[in-house]
């Protein structure tokens, strides 16, 4: 039998971020992982962080590779009506995004928590959580074989949504809200220059497109597909074709396309549980919330709930001070829900609900008034970056 101070249900990105700023304030804590560490570092998802994020990364000193690597994007283009419009990011919130892939962050991430011999257990089957309503939780798993139990203070699920830590808290315990999209994603990766320095995001009367990267030398393309569509009615030149047509002309004009080395589909979703801890058990990204990735947001929200979620734990091993911890659900539940809102918002925008050609005049005219006033601007920028953070909860 094992015992630690916080056990960690999920090496994403948010279960190994809280477990390197744990390990760097004294914390101790194993981390328990149902794929193996080759699937979690293959995963393509993300690829745009906040400011906050990247801050909250070299906190954790994981920041080296990024800050030399990264691309620095002080704007992005709106696609729409034929024509391509600067979001200038930079001028409405004197701040940038930062592009650096997920598989990057999970990469630094593991390296660092293995360099420092870090209890991160792959390839674990059967993760139950237990007493997480009373003072001692309990942690069951398997792995190789044999069954293992870890007794702990805390558990931090950061299994993901679909990870077993939410759906232990007992019925009737959590409220959860959700929107499903009547579309997905259908992304690809090719090692191809991208289209343009900067992301286009584009409302077109056949769908959004998206045009990203993750180098100077690899982009990331997405078109939004039908919930039913499967990969195999989607060879290369099919979906070149169609991300063309969906682009401005000159934008269209300057694509270079390649073989694809990665193909997916994503379905849309918008979903919060609330509250996002259970006595001794906390949810922590995207275990605890969904949003579409119009907004680049995911992976930012997952980064900021680690972000209080650390802090509360540090103070409270340090000084025995639980409020921080008590306050964990309703400090984060208020920037979650903005920027669940936020992605709505930027989805209803840009993509395509219906053939109701009302509708999307409404979105052209949205986009014809955005476009044109400095004040719907500047909060699509300052959104979009990432909104500043609220101080934590006053200390005793
Ligand atoms: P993850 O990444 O899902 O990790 C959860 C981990 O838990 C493991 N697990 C278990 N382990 C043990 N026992 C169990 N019973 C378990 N059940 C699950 C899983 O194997 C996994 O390793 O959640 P986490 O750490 O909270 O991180 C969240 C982010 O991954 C997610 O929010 C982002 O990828 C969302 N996202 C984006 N976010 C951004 O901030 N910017 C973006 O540009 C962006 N683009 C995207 C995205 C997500 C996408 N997809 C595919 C959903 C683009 C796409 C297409
Ligand atoms: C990505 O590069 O994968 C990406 C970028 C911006 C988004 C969503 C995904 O809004």
Redesign the pocket.
Known sequence: MARTQVAI?????????LSQLLHLNGVDNIV????SRE??AS????????TG?VDLLLQAQVGERLLNERLVHEGFALGFAGRSFRVDLKHFTGDAVSVYG?TEVIKDLTDARLAAAAKLIFD????GVEGFDGSQPVVR?SHDGRTHTINCDFIAG????????RRSIPPGAAQSFERIYPFG?L?ILADVPPVAHELIYSNHERGFALC?MRSLTRSRY?LQCPLDENLESWPDPRFWDELRRRLPTVVAEALITGPSIEK?I?PLRSFVVEPLKFGRLFL?????H??P?T?????????A?VRVLYQALVEFYRTGNGDLIDGYSAQCLRRIWKAVRFSWWFTSLTHKFSEDLFAHRLQLSELDYLTGSDAALTSLAENYVGLPFERAAKRA
């Open positions: 249900i999920g090496a994403g990105p948010s279960g190994l971020l328990l992982e149902r794929q699937h979690v995963r393509i998802r993300a690829g745009v962080l906040e994020t997920q674990v089957r059967d993760v798993y950061c299994d993901g949504y679909h990870g077993v830590c994603w992304g990203s997405y997916s994503a922590v990204g995207d275990a605890a969904i949003v990735p907004g680049a947001k995911g992976l930012n929200l997952a980064a709930d």
